[in-house]
């Protein structure tokens, strides 16, 4: 069982940058696949960025709309997610969710609802124009 709590997200206007955090309650380095998602109301929730539990770059993978403005982290510690967020834009706005899953490998394509069993509660991100 791993609870997780995000923060970070707030109001920022177009080109600006955020940073959200996923604190997890435990250690998730070498033993949880995470990732992050976002919603707006009426919509699917949709995949965003994941990392494998080790948490090397190499493994991170990036929907096409985020790709070359998002990267997705892990800190030493292994108990932190992030996502920094650049050049924000107006269609990035959203509740982002952190998500994990107690496997060691995350599936090798944009993040899907379906294979994580461990939710965040949500944090908002809004971005004007």
């Known amino acids: 069982q791993v609870w997780l709590v995000e923060s970070g997200g707030g109001s920022v206007q177009a080109g600006g940058s955020l940073r959200l955090s996923c604190a997890a309650s435990?250690?998730?380095?070498?033993?949880?696949?995470m990732a992050w998602f976002r919603q707006v109301p009426g919509k699917a929730r949709e995949g965003v960025a994941s990392?494998?539990?080790?948490?090397?770059?190499?493994?991170?993978i990036y929907a096409d709309s985020v790709k070359g403005r998002f990267a997705i982290s892990k800190d030493n510690a292994g108990s932190t997610l992030f996502l920094q967020m650049n050049r924000l834009k107006p269609e990035d706005t959203a509740v982002y969710f952190c998500?994990?899953?107690?496997?060691?490998?995350?599936?090798?394509?944009?993040?899907?609802?379906?294979?994580?069993?461990?939710w965040g509660q949500g944090t908002q991100v809004t971005v004007s124009s």
């Open positions: 998500a994990a899953r107690d496997t060691w490998s995350c599936p090798l394509d944009v993040p899907t609802e379906a294979f994580y069993n461990y």
């Open positions: 435990r250690n998730t380095r070498g033993s949880h696949c």
């Open positions: 990392l494998d539990a080790i948490g090397s770059a190499g493994s991170a």
